[in-house]
Structures are given as C-alpha cells and as structure tokens.
C-alpha cells in the first residue's frame, strides 16, 4: 500500500500563514501538519508516500527530503497549480495511482491518530472516511444507503439546506485498491479532464462513479474521531483548541467565550441558557423572515425601549435594552459611583469592571455557600458599600434568596442609601418563577434605587440574538445609559425576537415548566454519583464539589478528550475555599442522559 498527498494548492484563505509558505507547513500547536500526518503514516506498513507539489513546491520538498520517519519519498509537481484544482494534481499522478492501493489524503487536514487504522482494518476495498454533516462543515457531501454505499456525492452547487439531515461530510481521506483505480477511477478521471478541463475536483469523478454503480465506493462514517479541515484563519483558530496539549486545551476553550457549536458534536456544559423554548415556533417565524432581517437596519433605542417594555410590562422610561446583558453590565459599572457590594463566589464581570479597592466582598461561611437577605444586610450593615449587587439565583453557587426576603432587602438599602443591584437573569428557572421576577412599575417605583438586570440570553435560550435588558425607576439614570450605548446596539434579530414575543409567551411557561421538571430529575441523578457533592439550585446549574480522590481539572479534561463533553472547572474562583469545583449546567434530557452516563463510566 502507498499513500498519496494532494499539496499543491495556495492557501490563499490562510492569509499571511501561506503567504510564503504551503499550506500542509501550517503549524498546528507548533507542528506542521505535514510533521503529523507523516508521523501518521510512519505506522502504517506502506511502501512509499507520494506527495503531489506544486505552490512553494520546493521548499516542502526540501524540508522533508527523499525519507522521512523511514518512509521513502516520492514528488509530481504541478507547475499550473494556480491554474488547475485538485483534479489536476491527482491526474498527474494517475500512473502512480495505478500501481498500487492508495491512501488519498489532502494535505490540509489534522484528525486523530486512529483514523488511518479505521480504513486500514476495514475489508471493503475502496472506502471514504465521512462524517454526519454539521453546520461547520464546507464541501463535498455525499449521500448513503442502509449499507454505507454512496449513491450520490452532491457538490456545492447542488447542496440543499432542506435536505441536510441526509447529509455526510467527505473528510477528504480514501482508500482506493490497486484494481479500482485501474478499471474505473483513472479510466474516468481521463474521460473527465478530457471533457470538463483541469479547473475541477477528484470528486466530480467519484460522484459520476457512484451515480453509475453505488456498490463500487462504500463510505466509512466515523463516530467519535476527531479531525479539521484547515481553510482559513478561524479553521486554523479551531483546530489548536481541538488537538492542544492537555496543559493548553481548557485555556483555549475558555478563552473562546462560546462559539462551540463550531466543534464536532461537542456538548457545552459551560454556558447557561434554557434548553427548551427554542422548541417554540417563534424560531420558525425567525426563521421565515431571515433574508428580511438580515437585509435591514434594526430601529433605534426608541423603538427598541417601547417593544421591551411591551415584552417585559415596565415603563418605557424604566428599562433599556442592551446588545446582551454584558454591554448594559459595563455601562452600569461605570456610571456607579462609590463602592460595589459583592457576594463571593460570583459571575465576575460585575467586579471586573471596578477598581479592586472599590469592592467589598462577603464570603457565606459554610459548605454550599448559602446566605439570605439577613446575611446580607447583617454584612453590609456593618462593613458599608454604596452600590450591592445580588444575583439571584447567585452564579455559580445557585443560592436563591424568596422574592418576599428580597424587597425586604430592597427596603433596608433603601433606608440605608444604598443603591441594590439585582441580576434576575435566572430567575425563570426558579419554581414559582412567575411571582418572583421584580420588573413591575410597581416594584420599580417603591424602590427607586432599585435597578434590575436580567440577560434574556439566558432565560430564552436564544444567546445568539444577543439581548438583556435593565429596568430602573430612576430615570435619570436610565436617560445617562440610553446616551452611552449605540443607537443601533440592537439587531435586527433581537428587535424582531421582541416584536413577536408576547404571541408566544403560553410557550415560553410551558419551557420553563419543563425545565424544571428536568432539573429535578437531573439532579438526582448527579447526587448518584460519587464523586460529586451536589448543591441545591433554583438556577439552570449546579455547583458541585468534586470530592477526592477526583480532581475537577483532570475530570474536566477526561470528559473533554473521552466523551467530547465540555464543563467548567470554578475551583480558581475567588470566594472558594481551595476545594474542588464544578459547576454544572441543566441541558435537555438526551444530553443530561449522555453526560450522567459519562459520569457513570468513570466510576
């Protein structure tokens, strides 16, 4: 068996990484591709590795010589490279192709170490490693049957949005045997150039094989495995987050602050949003008026403050929408004067954006980190802040204080001059959640120090639109924000999302009805397991003590490397006690399910 590479295309979309540069000498975490698929290689019993080049041909040929890992080398070089595509560069090494079975692979991949052994291992002759589309995915498709034949490759003029549930992704690596690529795939591939021109892909090829006789080429879908197709810069981006050093990989996650659903079938149990009102048929109108949405401008802050204060029932000169809750966070933040009040631990861009000697921190001294209105004004009454926040269900230990102890509190800062900050942005997930949100003017207008956030990311599961908003009878303070923040800090999304949103609101009760349901059931399941000290939570998570002998970073990447699970490691939050920390959030079933029997394993 031999092996060859398709290296001769530019890059161009890599940018600066190409500018000199093939694209397969692309660092990865520091090692070329090229280093990593030969070293692949090198354990597979193969008798040569044939590499087509062509842009920066000779600088790849240089660095990896005749031998490399004990694998003999052998170059075609495509001098039209910028002229041609990858039909061409495999049509010059059709001779070579034909004598012997192949492993075709472009050079622009990085995958497991197991996926070579995969199409080794399995006895059909000629296989295509595939993969179950998803929305990150770009390319060739290719439809199967019951028995894994292909019995269509849809090219990217054909792919239908409506149909992608059929769909599997080509990972651009082939077994070919020695006789296929003699009596169909060159015979073909000759006919095809000969017809179409040089400017096309292998594929074409394939597609024609297949329409032909679907049994000659199975697919071989792939389950777990992971693998990159390497493009442009957020490919490259991607890519290092997924095959980093375990001393590198949580960093690389972290940092990202979301963007998960780029990665394979990974499921996030870091951000916290409510898995059940996207169930809704609001999405499908959304949906419906996509190319109208994105095609205008959004309206103003004027519009923007009287549809939420339609959706949230507050005064327009009470409330302001944000892009997101972060963005009407910061503006707070600065407009605050005096010292912030915090409870510790908690979600920290509310402290990140004061001075350290402007907090004033109060740590619950016991176990689950619980405390109540009267801990709090007890604290405060003794250790003075002119701004305190509370956040309610608290993030992450998810300690809830009753609606009736928190206007208790908002009274006591209100005889005490202290403004009270109250995030809700959990609240819904609460039981009873209906009786216990503070946005009414009522409300509002007793307690004028009172301001009231709440991220509708959150709440609604639609984290994408980016929405929060803050609600306050101090106008004043409201008018200072509105001029702070854009005219247009709304999009489109957000404002239609708030146009429609009472049409749905039977919707959004029976979501979060369900939510809580699942929460209950979910947390009896992690209190089975024995690992794990759950706390009690009226939030969309769980703060869980991981107890010895596990350690919560060394779970984390467990499940992150084993089960492609993602969950967040609070050990380093300030206001812990050096024990070990997760939290966890509430997901829909099937994916609770999937995590409880990860859990479960590695017991």
Request: charged share 25%; aromatic share 12%.
């Amino acid at each position: 068996m031999q092996a060859i590479i398709l290296a001769a295309g530019m890059g161009r979309r890599l940018g600066e990484y190409t500018k000199n540069n093939t694209k397969c000498m692309v660092p990865v975490n520091g090692i070329p591709l090229i280093d990593r698929v030969m070293r692949q290689l090198s354990e597979l019993p193969l008798n040569r590795v044939v590499i087509v080049v062509g842009y920066e041909g000779k600088k790849l040929m240089d660095y990896l010589g005749n031998e490399n890992n004990g694998l003999k080398i052998e170059y075609v070089n495509n001098p039209i490279y910028d002229k041609t595509n990858n039909i061409y560069s495999l049509a010059l090494a059709k001779d070579k192709l034909q004598e012997d079975d192949t492993l075709l692979i472009e050079s622009d991949l990085i995958f497991d170490d197991g996926m070579f052994k995969l199409l080794i291992d399995n006895p059909h002759p000629n296989l295509a490693l595939v993969a179950k589309y998803e929305s990150w995915m770009d390319g060739t498709m290719v439809r199967i049957d019951n028995d894994n034949n292909i019995v269509n490759f849809v090219p990217k003029q054909a792919f239908n949005y409506g149909e992608v549930d059929s769909y599997y992704k080509t990972v651009n690596i082939y077994k070919f045997s020695k006789e296929f690529a003699q009596t169909k795939y060159v015979p073909f591939l000759d006919a095809y150039t000969k017809a179409i021109g040089n400017n096309e892909y292998y594929e074409n090829v394939l597609r024609i094989i297949s329409f032909l006789n679907s049994h000659d080429l199975k697919a071989l879908p792939i389950t777990n495995e992971k693998w990159y197709e390497i493009d442009d810069k957020q490919d490259l981006d991607i890519a290092e987050a997924l095959f980093a050093d375990e001393k590198d990989v949580l960093r690389k996650y972290y940092g990202r602050y979301g963007g998960f659903w780029r990665f394979p079938q990974m499921l996030d149990y870091c951000y916290l949003v409510n898995p059940y009102f996207n169930e809704s048929r609001i999405i499908d109108e959304m949906e419906a008026y996509f190319r109208t949405l994105i095609a205008e401008y959004p309206s103003g802050m004027k519009v923007n403050t009287l549809l939420a204060s339609k959706c949230w029932g507050v005064k327009e000169e009470y409330i302001i929408p944000g892009n997101g809750a972060a963005e009407l966070i910061k503006v707070l933040m600065e407009k605050l004067p005096g010292t912030l009040g915090i409870i510790r631990p908690t979600f920290e861009e509310y402290p990140n954006r004061r001075k350290k000697e402007e907090l004033v921190t109060y740590i619950p001294q016991n176990s689950d980190y619980r405390y109540t209105a009267k801990d709090l004004m007890d604290f405060f009454g003794a250790h003075h802040a002119d701004n305190l926040l509370l956040i309610n269900p608290d993030n992450p230990s998810g300690n809830y204080i009753p609606y009736d102890d928190v206007i208790s509190l908002a009274a006591w800062c209100q005889n005490q001059g202290i403004r009270l900050i109250v995030d809700e942005s959990f609240v819904d997930f609460s039981i009873g959640y209906e009786k216990n949100t503070l946005l009414h003017d009522s409300i509002l207008e007793a307690y004028p120090q009172l301001v009231v956030m709440k991220s509708i990311s959150k709440s609604y599961g639609v984290p994408g639109i980016r929405l929060g908003i803050l609600c306050s009878a101090d106008k004043e303070l409201i008018a200072k924000m509105k001029k702070d923040v854009s005219i247009w800090n709304i999009n489109s999304f957000a404002e239609y999302f708030m146009q429609i949103f009472t049409k749905y609101e039977k919707d959004y009760k029976r979501a979060c009805e369900k939510f809580i349901a699942e929460r209950e059931d979910f947390e009896q399941k992690l209190k089975g397991i024995s690992f794990l000290r759950v706390m009690p939570s009226q939030a969309n998570y769980f703060l869980c003590e991981i107890l010895p002998p596990k350690n919560a970073n060394q779970l984390v990447l467990t499940m992150l490397k084993k089960y492609n699970i993602l969950l967040r490691d609070c050990s380093d939050k300030q206001g812990f006690d050096g024990k070990q920390y997760m939290r966890i959030a509430v997901r829909c079933h099937e994916d609770n399910a999937r995590l409880i029997h990860a859990f479960k394993e590695l017991e």
